[in-house]
């Protein structure tokens, strides 16, 4: 095939000149600014910069796709399809269209994400290795990449090779989470999925193998969860894992009490937000592409973020539609959602969708020319080719699409509708289905003009679920399916828009807004007459507190007349909240539950699947965790993944058997503090205070900490699922020390926030070095524990900051550490231990965590 290479363009630009530019585009939002110029505007492989504003890149992207539409009937033009996506107003393609589309000096997949996977039962040291290189692969090429571990054979079984057994499921999450740290090196992306069928013997391994300090850190692991297990969980039933997995003679199986693993994933996802569950029967029974599984395309995996599920070999591109551009008169008593433009421009989304599939092809096309003419032999490069040969007859078949959405709370909010109500719910169930029609609508519409999918067949969706919604909700549209067949074999998702919505400068995906107001410190130059000084370090450095709205909340103040320059005080900012539509609607505000139920009614009119993240505070039970899945089951979600304040921190065990030891012994440290450390981030609340404590390990036991408020006034602000970096100990100008922390953000670039003392109040920091010197000369954990519960402090907000260290710690402490001179406060036992951190009565069983 014989592609139209992109003209390389000739304007450069400085990085000061297009950070300017893009800073000025983006009205001073330097995150965004950021953002858009690191991720998407158009460079070389030297850095050279070619776009100076989203504006340059919206014309690269609309003139690449109006060449594609001038070769069927009817095309768009350039400046329709640029008034489309201009300003990240309508229509956002995201990710890796956006930074692909017309690139000339990158050769690199359009997709976002990929499922792979092997024939049949197929567990050879050959195959798993042929996919281990496969993923690495599709890496490389800016791919997140998914695949299951059902087909390897359980743990101890025997194979016909010098090892005699098995190793299991266990090892190889390891070898593909080590290659993908590998590739996501240097800057280069590397996400990956791992799940694998409950119904497999090896599935508790799985479930526990994250657990393991350091293990399996390259990767999401879900597990594939059928729905004879939720009947057995619900009704106290056995279960019984088999390998092959549901095989009618099984070479291997076991029975298990379903409720002991099913509060194994409970406890797990209660403690590090991992594992996420599939349903999978509803997956595969929703599943349009499940239709053709013969031919196919049986869905095998999801992708990393879960809102993809996939056949080996197949792809998906994103595409984000705004919600709250359709917002007519927002924040105000006669704001309205546009209906008509938004079914009007959705079928212009699904329209731009099947044309970037054209593209995507060019883009395999010019990959396997690069593969062909690399200079190793064709031994080497076999299983490369083979890959992408195998991803483009996926694409050219199914040609699968990705429209999605951004903005939902915003939209909400807008309309005066809160996130979370029955009548916010209905709203969205309303707006997604219409979303869905006007989707397939324009698949069908494509189908005249252009020629269907490759193997369509209404014959073979005629008792699909979706499709007879679809059928029930639009007789027409069915018929008219039926007899022209539909372009594009699925079609829609709603996908997390991390990068897309600071772009847009909105909520992210279908979730609530995080805060709609918080505080943020600089460094000021206390010279300086304009300068406005709040606080002053230890080190006598200057810093200036000012309030960040979220871009929206800032479009409600100023609709109400709501002054943006004044200085706020915090109780000012509470009220301020209070009378907005975002008050009791943030991500922290929403009632689970009804998240949930609202998920499982949208997800009735997504093909695909949903991204969706459940938040809880700090001190959420495990049974709560268990009823929200429970409850996910029920109301029809395809996947739930749950996210607890503070999990994720430290709390990680090791497979290795406890030796017996001795309390009272020292820990020998380094007599010199490495300069770098690796450490931990614990989150954790108190008096309905969010704190924070970086923990720096060494042979992962605590070495040294600092902690304060977070997210707050006083606080420090970092993403919330940064749960792990280095400390690294720097030099101030004046010779002074400073400790750094450095962590990865999504994309695998390191991030790095300057003098962790600086970010807390300076009380807490010198008590916080107290602390850390006992910790540094080796007193054991529960020993320092005592020791900060003995102190007398003279203030409540210390006293505050005492218990988070506590807390902090305890997560440290060994577990069954024998806890000397305290008494049950139930019962009166003296028989005390640490638990997983908590102090546990070995004789009434009572727990206290706080």
């Not at 797990?268 to 592409?289: C, H, M, Q, R, Y």
């Not at 268990?626 to 065990?653: H, N």
Request: net charge negative; with cysteine.
């Amino acid at each position: 095939m014989k592609v139209d290479t992109p003209i390389a363009p000739t304007s450069l630009y400085t990085q000061e000149q297009a950070f300017e530019a893009a800073l000025n585009y983006f009205k001073g939002d330097d995150l965004a600014a950021r953002v858009w110029l690191n991720k998407y505007a158009l460079k070389d492989s030297q850095g050279n910069i070619y776009e100076s504003t989203p504006n340059d890149m919206h014309t690269r992207i609309a003139k690449e796709i109006a060449r594609v539409e001038s070769k069927y009937k009817n095309p768009m033009t350039e400046q329709e399809v640029f008034d489309l996506i201009k300003d990240f107003k309508y229509i956002v393609p995201q990710g890796s269209p956006m930074a692909g589309i017309g690139n000339p000096f990158q050769i690199a997949s359009l997709s976002n994400c990929f499922v792979i996977g092997n024939s049949g039962d197929s567990d050879s040291y050959g195959g798993i290795m042929k996919i281990d290189q496969e993923q690495v692969q599709l890496m490389k090429r800016r791919g997140g990449v998914g695949h299951d571990l059902s087909h390897i054979r359980p743990k101890s079984s025997p194979v016909k090779n010098s090892a005699l057994t098995s190793t299991g499921i266990v090892p190889f999450m390891e070898r593909y989470s080590n290659s993908t740290r590998e590739v996501a090196q240097d800057g280069r992306r590397g996400a990956l999925m791992l799940s694998v069928s409950i119904n497999h013997p090896d599935a508790e391994d799985f479930i526990d193998a994250k657990l393991e300090q350091g293990k399996v850190t390259g990767a999401n692991v879900s597990v594939r969860i059928d729905d004879a297990f939720m009947k057995a969980v619900k009704l106290d039933r056995q279960y019984t894992q088999k390998y092959p997995i549901f095989s009618e003679d099984p070479k291997f199986s076991k029975t298990i009490e379903a409720n002991g693993i099913w509060k194994k994933i409970v406890h797990n996802a209660w403690k590090s937000a991992e594992p996420g569950i599939l349903f999978w029967d509803t997956i595969i029974n929703e599943s349009v592409p499940d239709c053709y599984a013969d031919l196919g395309y049986k869905t095998v995996s999801t992708n990393p973020c879960g809102e993809i599920p996939l056949c080996p070999y197949d792809s998906c591109r994103l595409l984000a539609i705004n919600l709250f551009s359709y917002v007519e008169q927002p924040f105000t008593k006669d704001a309205k959602f546009n209906f008509e433009l938004f079914k009007k421009h959705v079928g212009f989304a699904q329209r731009i969708m099947d044309d970037i599939i054209d593209l995507e092809l060019e883009k395999i096309d010019v990959i396997l020319q690069k593969i062909d003419a690399d200079p190793e032999g064709d031994q080497v490069k076999a299983t490369e080719r083979n890959l992408w040969v195998n991803i483009k007859t996926k694409a050219k078949e199914g040609r699968r699409t990705g429209v999605g959405i951004t903005a939902e709370g915003d939209m909400l909010a807008a309309l005066g509708i809160q996130y979370g109500s029955k009548q916010g719910n209905a709203f969205s169930v309303e707006v997604h289905k219409t979303l869905a029609l006007a989707a397939y609508r324009s698949s069908v519409d494509l189908a005249k003009e252009r020629g269907a999918f490759a193997f369509f067949d209404a014959e073979r969706e005629k008792n699909n679920p979706f499709i007879g919604r679809l059928k029930e909700a639009d007789e027409q549209l069915y018929y008219d399916m039926t007899e022209y067949g539909r372009r594009n074999i699925a079609l829609l998702t709603i996908a997390p828009t991390g990068t897309t919505s600071l772009m847009t400068q909105t909520s992210s995906g279908i979730e609530p807004v995080f805060m709609p107001v918080y505080k943020r410190r600089r460094k000021v130059n206390p010279n300086d007459k304009e300068a406005r000084i709040d606080f002053v370090d230890e080190v006598g450095d200057s810093w200036e507190e000012y309030v960040v709205f979220h871009h929206r909340f800032k479009q409600w103040m100023e609709v109400n007349g709501f002054d943006l320059t004044k200085n706020y005080a915090q109780k000012e900012l509470d009220q301020l909240i209070k009378k907005s539509p975002y008050y009791k609607a943030t991500s922290n505000d929403v009632d689970w539950m009804s998240k949930v139920s609202m998920q499982g009614a949208v997800q009735k009119w997504v093909d695909h699947s949903i991204s969706v993240t459940i938040n809880l505070p700090n001190d959420a039970t495990e049974d709560l965790v268990g009823k929200l899945y429970m409850e996910a089951w029920e109301a029809g979600c395809k996947g739930v993944t749950v996210y607890r304040d503070g999990s994720r921190s430290g709390v990680l065990i090791s497979n290795e058997e406890k030796k017996e030891e001795d309390t009272d012994t020292l820990t020998t440290f380094p007599t010199k503090r490495p300069q770098v450390l690796k450490a931990d981030v614990v989150r954790f609340q108190n008096n309905k205070e969010k704190w924070i404590a970086f923990i720096g390990l060494i042979d992962g036991k605590p070495y040294e900490i600092f902690t304060g408020l977070a997210d707050d006034e006083d606080g420090i602000l970092i993403p919330r699922w940064a749960n792990e970096g280095v400390i690294i100990k720097n030099r101030n100008e004046d010779g002074t020390s400073r400790y750094d922390f450095q962590y990865k953000n999504i994309r695998g670039y390191k991030t790095t926030i300057e003098g962790l003392s600086h970010k807390f109040d300076p009380e807490y920091w010198n008590y916080a070095k107290l602390i850390s010197s006992t910790l540094r000369h080796g007193m054991p954990i529960d020993k320092i524990v005592d020791l900060i519960n003995s102190l007398q402090l003279d203030t409540e907000s210390i006293n505050t900051w005492k218990n988070g260290v506590v807390r902090a710690l305890k997560r440290y402490v060994e577990d069954g550490t024998q806890v000397k001179g305290q008494a049950c406060s139930n019962c009166s036992s003296e028989n005390l231990i640490y638990q997983e951190g908590c102090l546990t009565c070995k004789d009434c069983g009572s727990s206290k965590c706080g």
